[in-house]
């Protein structure tokens, strides 16, 4: 069992900045890379940010330079830094993680999201 719980989400104002963070449990091997992504009502999901094991680092071009991804090394942990928020960052954020139980294929696992709201 692996579970993927995301915190940090919340209402702020337009050019505020929130952290969120997710966290990876369970019977983990080891994880390649974590990624978040959010869905606004009525779009699509889009990819926000990645982070490979590496440490490279993959942005959408609407939150480069606002927002920066990172992870700890040695912990299942990733983070979400926002700043210069903007009602369109308005969403539920989705941690996803790609997995390794052992040796074999790797995973993908889902967290359940939270809410973002940018309001003005």
């Known amino acids: 069992q692996v579970q993927l719980v995301e915190s940090g989400g919340g209402l702020v104002q337009a050019g505020g900045s929130l952290r969120l963070s997710c966290a990876a449990s369970?019977?983990?091997?080891?994880?390649?890379?974590m990624s978040w992504y959010r869905q606004a009502p009525g779009k699509q999901r889009e990819l926000v940010a990645d982070?490979?094991?590496?440490?490279?680092?993959n942005y959408a071009d609407s939150v480069k330079g606002r927002f920066t991804i990172s992870r700890a090394k040695y912990r299942n942990t990733v983070y979400l830094q926002m700043n210069s928020l903007k009602p369109e960052d308005t969403a539920v954020y989705y941690c996803?993680?790609?997995?390794?139980?052992?040796?074999?294929?790797?995973?993908?696992?889902w967290g359940q999201g939270t809410q973002v709201t940018v309001s003005s």
């Open positions: 996803a993680a790609d997995v390794l139980l052992g040796p074999g294929p790797s995973y993908d696992y």
């Open positions: 982070i490979t094991s590496g440490g490279s680092t």
């Open positions: 369970g019977s983990i091997f080891s994880i390649n890379t």
